[in-house]
């Protein structure tokens, strides 16, 4: 059974900087694709970041570019989130996801229906 474990979340000022990880389990990591998610407070489920199989290609919610990144060590069956500059409005629960359907292709998606398992999420608070 695959297991999505978030953490690295926490409360901090507006122009820090927070890593969210998320490690996978319960199957091979190395051929799915990877995403985070937010759920910010009174509003749906909103993409983040994606990434594919190899690491090779990411994309980005318009409001994150330039601001956070997306990595993953497959060796340690991992992904990232490298936020930078954050600001209130990034205030959220953060999720990580897989899916198994996307192995070998160079997009990763965007779509939260496109991915099969999902983390518990992480609080990320941003205060100005």
């Known amino acids: 059974q695959v297991q999505l474990v978030e953490s690295g979340g926490g409360s901090v000022q507006a122009g820090d900087s927070l890593r969210l990880s998320c490690v996978a389990s319960g199957r091979t990591f190395g051929n799915v694709a990877m995403a985070w998610f937010r759920r910010a407070p009174g509003k749906e489920r909103a993409f983040v970041t994606s990434i594919n199989w190899r690491g090779g290609s990411s994309s980005y919610e318009d409001s994150v570019k330039g601001r956070f990144a997306i990595s993953r060590d497959n060796a340690k069956t991992t992904v990232y989130l490298q936020m930078n500059s954050l600001q209130p409005e990034d205030t959220a629960v953060y999720y990580c996801?897989?899916?198994?359907?996307?192995?070998?292709?160079?997009?990763?998606?965007?779509?939260?229906?496109?991915?099969?398992?999902w983390g518990q999420g992480t609080q990320v608070t941003v205060s100005s």
């Open positions: 996801a897989l899916t198994d359907n996307y192995s070998g292709r160079y997009y990763a998606p965007s779509r939260a229906s496109d991915y099969e398992h």
